[in-house]
């Protein structure tokens, strides 16, 4: 019997000169995979399917349209709308909180959060913006400049905050535009 605790050093994949090994990023959804792995490949084609797709939105009778432009219009949605609203702010957020790399954070002030979704004429939503209402704020503190600090993409410093609170009227939790749809100044 052959013990499953014990690491194995088993070659699983044989390079005879296949265009794909190893692992491969797809250049649309962004999504690292193994091309050589078919349950990688499944997945893969699973998640660049929802990437391309988004999160689809069909509306209701009485959403809250902030404002409307040729491209789309602006949704508000707040912690009392109906359910059916709310579950597409989570539908939604599940995407922002995955493509940004957040784990799922519970808001402090969640029963006075206010989520705008930016939905595009196709009926995609292509925008959120999660708001929530804040009293004291700190600055973050600029990176130190000198010779230790020329190479800024390198730097691993933690972001550091000023101990001085300043006033704030609210502060902003995500701010996410669909990959496809960057630098149309949808965020803006």
């Known amino acids: 019997m052959r013990d499953t605790n014990k690491e194995t050093k088993d070659q699983l994949i044989i390079d005879a000169g ?12 962004g999504m690292i995979y ?6 990688d490949e499944l997945q893969h084609a699973q998640y660049h399917q929802r990437f391309l797709e988004g ?4 509306g209701w009778k009485k959403e809250r349209v902030v404002v409307e432009f040729w491209d789309g219009k602006i949704v508000l949605i707040l912690p009392h709308d109906p359910s059916s609203a709310l579950r597409k702010v989570e539908d939604v957020k599940e995407l922002v909180d995955h493509e940004l790399g957040f784990q799922q954070v519970i808001p402090k002030c969640s029963n006075k959060t206010k989520t705008f979704l930016f939905v595009s004429d196709e009926k995609r939503v292509v925008g959120c913006l999660i708001a ?7 600055r973050v503190l600029s990176e130190p ?3 230790e600090s020329s190479n800024s993409k390198e730097s691993s410093r933690a972001w550091q905050c000023s101990n001085a609170p300043e006033p704030a009227v609210c502060g902003i939790s995500r701010i996410w535009v669909f990959r496809l749809k960057r630098r149309k100044r949808i965020a803006r």
Do not use: D, L, R, W
């Not at 193994?34 to 349950?39: G, I, T, V, Y």
């Open 145 to 147: 400049s000198g010779p």
């Open 55 to 58: 999160v689809k939105y069909v």
């Open 132 to 138: 929530e209402p804040i009293k004291p704020a700190f």
């Open 18 to 29: 296949q265009k794909h090994t190893g692992t491969t990023m797809c250049k649309s959804c």
């Open 34 to 39: 193994s091309a050589a792995n078919p349950e």
